[in-house]
């Protein structure tokens, strides 16, 4: 069975800079979670889908940050305009039920 | 407070040792719990999963329950080289499934 796919795996940028994430979760996985993982610190939920649809997201800064799944199968995240303290791993998660499963994430450094 | 606690490392274990990690959660409704091992820069990986009261053992792992205190333990016996990785607990409520992570214990055995 194939994993969470995420792409790019690293990016550098500089502060004021876009940035996009992209995920492909593991097949027939209903929910989609996006995390953020600063260094010495647990993975942060900023947004979980069902389907193509917002679940939460209140943890997800609104004004810089925005995440959308069409058709219920891939997704985006996205940032604009980076900042400093958005350098961090950016993963995502799928799961049918319990429990999820990540992938292999994507290092941001903002500079 | 924060949702989900866990003992401050780094812990550091001989080769062969019982490595005891600790995880407390602040939420009574908490239904589920996992234990997710991070190695360096990699992603965060399921090793156990517990969802009663008491104690589930899977080979060298043993995750244990207790509602009432709510506290949540891993034990890894006969630790090797290979297990030294960050450990992480993560817990969510009934009904949502979506995951609170502490922040993390890192574990270095060394031979």
């Known amino acids: 069975e194939a994993g969470v796919a995420q792409s790019p795996r690293y990016k550098i940028i500089e502060k004021r800079q876009s940035v996009a994430f992209w995920c492909n979760p593991i097949?027939?996985?209903?929910?989609l979670y996006w995390y953020q993982q600063i260094l010495g610190q647990g993975p942060k939920l900023l947004i979980q889908?069902?389907?193509?649809?917002?679940?939460?997201d209140s943890q997800l800064p609104k004004d810089r940050f925005s995440a959308e799944r069409l058709k219920g199968v891939d997704s985006t995240l996205k940032i604009q305009p980076a900042k400093l303290e958005d350098s961090a791993v950016y993963l995502c998660a799928s799961s049918l039920g319990y429990p999820a499963f990540f992938g292999q994430g994507t290092r941001l450094t903002v500079v | 407070q924060k949702e989900v606690e866990q003992n401050s490392g780094p812990l550091s274990v001989p080769e062969g040792a019982i490595a005891s990690l600790n995880c407390t959660y602040s939420?009574?409704?908490?239904?589920?719990f996992f234990w997710y091992r991070q190695y360096s820069g990699k992603s965060p990986e399921l090793i156990m999963s517990i969802y009663s009261n008491g104690d589930k053992e899977d080979g060298r792992f043993t995750a244990q329950l207790n509602k009432a205190s709510q506290y949540v333990s891993l034990l890894i016996r006969d630790s090797q080289p290979s297990d030294s990785a960050t450990y992480l607990c993560a817990v969510n409520q009934i009904n949502d499934y979506k995951l609170s992570f502490g922040a993390g214990t890192t574990v270095t055995v060394r031979a």
């Open positions: 889908f069902q389907n193509n649809g917002v679940v939460d």
């Open positions: 939420d009574r409704g908490s239904q589920s």
């Open positions: 097949s027939g996985h209903a929910t």
